[in-house]
């Protein structure tokens, strides 16, 4: 089956810039999270989705944002951007129970990479 | 605060067995979770401990004392594919993972 598809691969942006990825998740899963990766902070929680609804959300500022549609597609959106914003961005979906934590573990898309300059 | 603490880098020959600690402090626990990375890659689950005990799958296990807040990961017949970074990771609550800071694992002929 499909993994999970993430959008564009490869970004480069403008300080004060805003961009917009997309995520799609394995067939089923109704869960998505998404989550940044850098050299420094290592990997971080963003927020995540269930079922159209942000559920938790990460220690980002508000410029972070994020949405699921009744597909359980997702997207997240980042407004102007700092230079500091250049990372690695994944998304994850997992087979969640409702209302349950998930046992099952996350699978990741490939990532879209971000550069901000 | 929340932090996993793992060791920065391992080393090992192929065939051998290396374990990798990992000691967190958060402020929920629904269960720690390992995962693997390569480099370019995206990380990828290995295994879930929610409850205390070991968990084997194949070549992989996975422990948990949550008393201890403690866990590890156990790598058997190590091959050279297996040189990646390994993370551990809680689950602090609506599917939230905090991530430890990852080690990686070099593996040689």
């Known amino acids: 089956k499909a993994g999970v598809t993430q959008t564009p691969r490869y970004l480069i942006k403008t300080r004060g810039q805003q961009v917009t990825l997309s995520c799609s998740p394995i067939?089923?899963?109704?869960?998505v999270s998404w989550y940044q990766q850098t050299p420094g902070q290592g990997l971080q929680f963003l927020f995540e989705y269930f079922s159209e609804t942000q559920r938790n959300k990460g220690n980002f500022p508000g410029r972070f944002s994020g949405r699921q549609f009744s597909n359980s597609r997702s997207e997240m959106n980042v407004s102007t951007l700092e230079l500091g914003d250049s990372a690695l961005y994944l998304c994850a979906s997992s087979l969640t129970p409702d209302g349950a934590e998930s046992p099952y573990g996350y699978t990741f898309g490939s990532g879209t990479r971000l550069t901000v300059v | 605060g929340q932090s996993l603490e793992q060791p920065s880098e391992v080393t090992a020959v192929e065939g051998a067995i290396v374990q990798i600690n990992c000691t967190y402090q958060?402020?929920?626990?629904?269960?720690l979770s390992w995962y693997q990375q390569h480099d370019g890659g995206a990380p990828t689950f290995l295994s879930y401990n929610g409850l205390d005990g070991l968990e084997e799958t194949g070549r992989f296990s996975s422990f948990l004392s949550r008393s201890d807040s403690y866990g590890y990961l156990l790598l058997q017949e190590l091959q050279m594919k297996d040189s990646a970074s390994y993370f551990c990771a809680v689950n602090t609550g609506f599917q939230k993972l905090v991530f430890g800071t990852g080690t990686r694992l070099l593996v040689s002929p």
């Open positions: 067939s089923g899963h109704r869960s």
């Open positions: 958060t402020s929920g626990f629904y269960g």
